[in-house]
C-alpha cells in the first residue's frame, strides 16, 4: 500500500499544474452557431494539449462584444489565478465603422489591466473590411502591432489568416468560421501560442512524459 500511494504521489507531481488561459473576445472566439467542442477555445485547447502543454483554456468570448464592451467586462471574465489571456476582440467595432482611436484606446487599457495583474497577454488581429476605404482600413490594423510593440506583447497578425478569403470555411454569412474555419485558425494559431507558452513559462509549459 505504502508502495502505491508513493507511486501515485510522484505521478502527481510529475504533472505540472496546467497554464490556466482566457480566450477572451467576441463571436469569433465564442464560436458563433458552433458546439462548445468545435469553439476556437476548446479545439486550441485539444491541439496544445496533444503537442504536450499543460494547458486549461475558459472561453469568455462573447457574441457581438466591442472593444468597449470587453473593457466593460474584462475585470470579471479573467479571474484571480489565471496566467495568460488571448485577446481578440476589434472585428465588431470594425464592423461598425467605428473610430479606430476608440478601439486603440479601450484595447490599451485591457492590455493596462492584465498587465498590472501579471498576467501574460497575446494579442490577435483584425483587418479591415474595403468598404470604409483605404485611409480607415491603414488607421484600423495599425492598432494591433503598435499595441504589441507599446506593451511588449506577442502579436498575431490576423485572427482569421486563410479562413477570410475561403467560402468553405465560413458559415452562410461569409464572416464566421464553421468547425473546419476553427481547424484552420487553430492550425495557424497554435504554433505561435506555443511559442509564446515556452517564452513565457518555460518547462513548466509542457506536459510531463
Known amino acids: 500500500l505504502a508502495c502505491l500511494v508513493a507511486l501515485g504521489a510522484a505521478s502527481m507531481a510529475a504533472e505540472p499544474r496546467p497554464i490556466k488561459i482566457v480566450a477572451f473576445g467576441d463571436s469569433l472566439t465564442a464560436g458563433y452557431e458552433l458546439p462548445a467542442t468545435a469553439a476556437f477555445p476548446a479545439v486550441l485547447e485539444k491541439r496544445l494539449r496533444t503537442d504536450g502543454y499543460a494547458v486549461e483554456i475558459a472561453n469568455a468570448g462573447v457574441s457581438g462584444d466591442t472593444t468597449a464592451g470587453g473593457l466593460a467586462r474584462v475585470d470579471w471574465s479573467v479571474p484571480d489565478g489565471v496566467d495568460l ?90 464572416m464566421h468560421p464553421n468547425a473546419a474555419g476553427v481547424e484552420k485558425i487553430v492550425a495557424g494559431f497554435a504554433p505561435f501560442l506555443e511559442a509564446a507558452l515556452t517564452e513565457r513559462f518555460g518547462a513548466r509549459a509542457k506536459i510531463a512524459n
Request: proline share 6%; aromatic share 8%.
Open 85 to 174: 489571456v488571448i485577446v481578440e476582440l476589434g472585428a465588431n467595432d470594425m464592423l461598425r465603422g467605428a473610430p479606430p482611436a476608440e478601439a486603440a484606446r479601450a484595447l490599451a487599457e485591457i492590455l493596462k489591466r492584465m498587465q498590472a495583474r501579471k498576467i501574460a497577454v497575446v494579442l490577435a488581429g483584425m483587418r479591415s473590411i474595403a468598404n470604409w476605404g483605404e485611409a480607415y482600413a491603414s488607421e484600423f490594423q495599425a492598432i494591433y502591432p503598435d499595441l504589441a510593440s507599446r506593451f511588449g506583447v506577442p502579436l498575431y497578425p490576423f485572427f482569421l489568416q486563410g479562413v477570410d478569403v475561403d467560402r468553405a470555411l465560413t458559415l452562410t454569412d461569409g
